[in-house]
């Protein structure tokens, strides 16, 4: 199956700082998705990006298809970014298991 | 609000004893997932179902069932727990297949922290 691998796998980060988080996919995917877990454990869907560019305020999320990885940023960060980042990818259409990365843990210090 | 609803939030159960977690989602998604969570391994799916009356294995299914009667509710079980069935479970669920799409995607429920003694 898809191997996905996240970078880095701990930021700490200064309020008001930009950063990026990596995501590099084993194989050409159909499905990609960035989640985000706050320090409450809930999950919240934030792109849903197989190939191109998409943002949403400060957060925005690119993926390199043909070269296998996908980049998300986040702008001006604020304390309530804190928290862990996962990738999920998938690369066959009639296949459910959407394969999640460990994670980037993102700590927003004020 | 709309959205996916999990109980119980924690259990404790002794080894050997079962139990059932209830998803219950109110968006009429076809779609609903069962995924466990452990420390360093992201997420890996367990079964999921994608309609009512139908369930399938996924990644990693062994010592659980699953059953969904009901469109909006889907169960996760344990017949006979065992302390490698500690984790902490979520439910999923999606519009269209694996949240495929512009403004589709996944919709988590808040959790169940479960502790296998």
């Known amino acids: 199956g898809i191997q996905v691998e996240q970078s880095p796998p701990d930021l700490i980060l200064q309020e008001g700082a930009n950063s990026t988080l990596r995501c590099n996919f084993s194989d050409s995917v159909n499905n990609l998705q960035w989640f985000h877990q706050n320090p409450w454990g809930q ?34 960060s604020q304390t309530t970014d804190s928290g862990v980042y996962f990738c999920a990818a998938d690369s066959n259409f009639g296949n459910e298991k959407l394969t999640f990365g460990t994670g980037t843990r993102l700590t927003i210090i004020p | 609000n709309a959205g996916v609803t999990q109980t119980p939030k924690f259990r404790v159960l002794k ?34 179902s994608v309609g009512e009356g139908t ?63």
């Open chain 2, 15 to 48: 080894t050997g004893q079962s139990m059932t977690l209830l998803c219950a989602q109110d968006m009429n998604h076809e779609y609903m997932y069962w995924y466990r969570q452990d420390p360093g391994m992201g997420l890996r799916l367990i079964h999921y």
């Open chain 1, 43 to 76: 999950l919240i869907n934030l792109f849903y990006i197989p190939s191109g560019t998409k943002q949403n305020g400060r957060l925005s999320a690119t993926t390199v298809a043909t070269e296998r990885y996908s980049l998300l940023y986040i702008s001006s």
């Open chain 2, 55 to 117: 369930t399938a294995k996924g990644e990693v299914p062994d010592g659980y069932n699953v059953s969904r009667l009901k469109k909006q509710n889907f169960l996760l079980g344990l017949e006979s727990a065992a302390p490698s069935q500690t984790s902490v479970y979520f439910c999923a669920s999606s519009y269209s297949r694996q949240g495929r799409g512009h403004n589709y995607g996944y919709t988590f429920g808040s959790g169940t922290r479960l502790t296998v003694v």
